[in-house]
């Protein structure tokens, strides 16, 4: 059974940095996507940044320029470098992998959700 495990979330001021890290047990085949979501309470879940199998990646407008993902597919593994954070960035961040396990469909796989807060 694959499971994500997220680390790196915390409290930071504004204007620092956080690095996220996401990394998948078990086998996953046909990695399609990786990347990053996030979650305000009262909000719906919304896409930060993804990143392809062929290194093609996608960012939010709010955080272009500002963050950088990453990933490593045959680690089953994706990042996000967070630079000047604001207090808008404080969410939930949960990373997803979609791909499969043998002999099954594609689906999406989620983290557990790491909290990152931006103090002003």
């Known amino acids: 059974q694959v499971q994500l495990v997220e680390s790196g979330g915390g409290l930071v001021q504004a204007g620092g940095s956080l690095r996220l890290s996401c990394a998948a047990s078990?086998?996953?085949?046909?990695?399609?996507?990786m990347g990053w979501y996030r979650q305000c309470p009262g909000k719906q879940r919304e896409l930060v940044a993804t990143?392809?199998?062929?290194?093609?990646?996608n960012y939010t407008e709010s955080v272009k320029g500002r963050f950088t993902v990453s990933g490593d597919n045959g680690q089953k593994a994706v990042y996000l470098q967070m630079n000047s954070l604001k207090p808008e960035d404080t969410a939930v961040y949960f990373c997803?992998?979609?791909?499969?396990?043998?002999?099954?469909?594609?689906?999406?796989?989620w983290g557990q959700g790491t909290q990152v807060t931006v103090s002003s």
């Open positions: 997803n992998i979609r791909g499969r396990e043998l002999f099954r469909r594609i689906t999406d796989y």
């Open positions: 078990g086998r996953i085949f046909d990695i399609n996507t």
């Open positions: 990143i392809t199998s062929d290194g093609s990646t």
